[in-house]
């Protein structure tokens, strides 16, 4: 399956040669979708036109190729939309208050600066009160696991990052910041973002490749005393197991007594199997390459080793063919194209696929629909797109509110319950689990949720006045 992306090709067209005709039928024969044509300048002979066209990435250069073979067409300039988005970054820092003359500046700066920093010297915890701290977040990652790209590396990770932070800003507020480490050494890693923490109020781990991720989390956690938050594996769990709540409820299953298979056992995969075992979750069949998760079995990732012993209760042996036959729910973070028709028709009836993998999920849509009574994917062209901005904004937006000191299990399960919730009973349907990433009720319910679980497991430094005021 490939990604659709939009091009923006500048021709000249000389009149006497070639119409705008032919470059159109050529487009079109190609697979591309004209939706746009501007006329830049036109005179007797030649006319300059900006096409906008939707193609396949693949069928991008070949469509340039073919035109600029044409007789009478010049192809001048050949821009991506996507790629002119990202131009010269996709956020910026801009002051609060406007400075304009030497009062201005000498309360922001100095000398009028030194009693604010005099004040958080005596008084480390007015740092929330008097600086950014308590609404800004660091989005932290090595570029060691980029999407579904692998080890790109911190420079080419930054445009994810940007992206993130981007929907931190609008989605709840928070103002976040890129931090992309040239380093891969978890020791390094950990002892950066410990440097850099006391101007953060809480910190978004993000694209660290498995193992190293859990154990860069698990010490950040315990040496912090601020919210620090793997996206990859939490958040991840944290919305799945939304829709999972919600499919269930139309197939009228239960998590307690469904067989639920999880494929694709790294970061999300581990953390969708522990969430799902907090949540009641009694029989969980972990798949990976090299079979299915079992107890008494060696494994070099100690996830895994822990994994393999609070899963797969009967010992059940083999490959992704064998876990499936007979199950209720089918969760895939791996790759594309490994579930077929005929593992979904070994499937128990009423079943619910999570076919996750991007761009190109486990199977495609289309061939598991008629096979599968929910679907969902983790793409926005489909219904039920599981997508981690669901999550994360509304959980840092509570957690900062209430200056959580850490996420904690009950926090993640309030959350994903939150999600649930604000898809109503009589709007459930095979086609509408999991809310809308732009629904504006998502955060206001998570954060609330979130808020209210700090609080009852005493993690919370804060209650929000909105809390008290409600009698919470």
């Known amino acids: 399956m490939s990604i659709a992306t939009t091009m923006i090709i500048r021709l000249e067209i000389r009149k006497s040669v070639a119409s705008f005709g032919d470059v159109a039928s050529r487009i079109t024969a190609l697979g591309g979708d004209i939706v746009a044509i501007d006329v830049i300048r036109a005179s007797k002979d030649v006319t300059t036109r900006d096409i906008t066209v939707n193609v396949a990435d693949a069928g991008n250069e070949e469509i340039v190729g073919a035109l600029s073979s044409m007789p009478g067409i010049r192809v001048i300039n050949v821009s991506d939309r ?7 970054g996709k956020i910026e820092v801009t002051p609060k208050m406007p400075i304009k003359n030497r009062e201005d500046l000498s309360q922001v700066y100095t000398p009028g600066v030194a009693r604010v920093s005099m004040a958080i010297h005596e008084d480390p915890n007015k740092a929330y009160t008097l600086t950014m701290k308590r609404n800004t977040v660091a989005v932290v990652t090595d570029g060691t696991a980029v999407l579904g790209l692998g080890d790109i590396g911190p420079e080419a990770a930054m445009p994810v990052m940007e992206g993130k932070a981007m929907l931190f800003k609008q989605l709840a507020g928070i103002d976040a910041f890129p931090l992309c480490l040239n380093t891969k050494d978890p020791d390094e890693i950990v002892n950066i973002v410990k ?19 859990f154990d860069i989390e698990r010490r950040l956690t315990e040496e912090l005393d601020i919210p620090v938050f793997h996206d990859d594996q939490h958040g991840t769990s944290v919305v799945v197991l939304a829709g999972l709540l919600n499919a269930l409820k139309v197939v009228d299953k239960t998590v307690e007594t469904s067989r639920i298979v999880v494929v694709g056992i790294g970061a999300a995969g581990v953390s969708i199997c522990n969430l799902l075992l907090a949540a009641g979750a009694r029989h969980i069949y972990a798949v990976d390459r090299d079979g299915i998760l079992a107890r008494g079995a060696e494994y070099a990732n100690p ?3 822990r994994l393999s012993e609070v899963t797969n209760p009967e010992g059940l042996k083999g490959g992704l063919a064998d876990a499936v036959r007979g199950a209720d729910i089918f969760i895939g973070v791996s790759q594309g194209g490994i579930l077929t028709v005929d593992h979904l028709k070994s499937m128990n009836s009423d079943n619910i696929v999570f076919a996750m993998a991007n761009p190109t999920p486990e199977i495609e849509p289309e061939l598991a629909e008629p096979f599968a009574r929910v679907l969902a994917t983790g793409r926005s062209d489909y219904p039920n797109q599981i997508n981690n901005v669901l999550c994360f904004p509304g959980i840092f937006r509570g957690a900062l509110d209430c ?6 299990l009950e926090m993640k399960l309030a959350a994903a319950k939150a ?8 709007e459930l349907n095979e086609q509408y689990i999991i809310p809308s990433i732009f629904n504006e009720k998502v955060v206001e319910q998570v954060r609330l949720a979130v808020i209210q679980a700090a609080i009852a497991t005493d993690i919370a430094r804060r209650i929000p006045k909105d809390i008290t005021e409600e009698g919470k």
């Open 195 to 213: 440097a850099i923490s006391p101007g953060f109020g809480g910190i978004n781990l993000e694209d660290i490749s498995s193992p190293r991720c």
């Open 82 to 88: 996507t790629f002119l988005a990202h131009i010269g």
């Open 403 to 408: 200056r959580a000191r850490t996420v904690n």
């Open 303 to 305: 996830e895994w080793k």
């Open 419 to 426: 999600i649930a919730s604000v898809v109503h009973l009589d």
